[in-house]
């Protein structure tokens, strides 16, 4: 799933210029967000087709953290788009074991070393 031409132009006016040397753009960097929580891959794994995933990851938190993902979610939102979050898997939601954590197995009582006193 990619972002619309239609779509994009609803957007388009949100999204901060592009200025100096920027090797991806922004419908790109969209199109990377969507892909993302579509699969629900890690930023590493993103295809190499939409760039450098820290770069991608950067504007990431840099739109975040300005509110501009909320403003692009609100306005497609008006579209009755389907949202990520009704998409996503909550982490709290999936039980695993404590052995797939890596976590250090418990001792027996028997396998306990007991230091003994010398005596002299």
């Not at 419908?27 to 590493?44: E, F």
């Not at 938190?61 to 788009?81: D, H, M, P």
Request: aromatic share 8%; net charge positive; proline share 3%.
């Amino acid at each position: 799933m990619k972002l619309k031409e239609d779509q994009y132009r609803r957007i388009a006016k949100l999204l901060p210029k592009q200025r100096g040397n920027v090797k991806i753009d922004n419908r790109d960097m969209l199109n990377a967000l969507i892909y993302r929580c579509k699969n629900g891959c890690s930023w590493r794994d993103l295809p190499r087709e939409f760039g450098n995933w820290h770069v991608i990851y950067v504007r990431f938190a840099r739109w975040t953290k300005n509110g501009l993902l909320e403003k692009i979610q609100a306005v497609l939102s008006e579209e009755e788009l389907p949202v990520a979050s009704n998409h996503a898997l909550d982490s709290t939601s999936a039980k695993v074991h404590p052995d797939a954590f890596g976590c250090q197995k418990k001792r027996q009582t028997g396998d306990r070393q007991v230091s003994r006193r010398v005596e002299h």
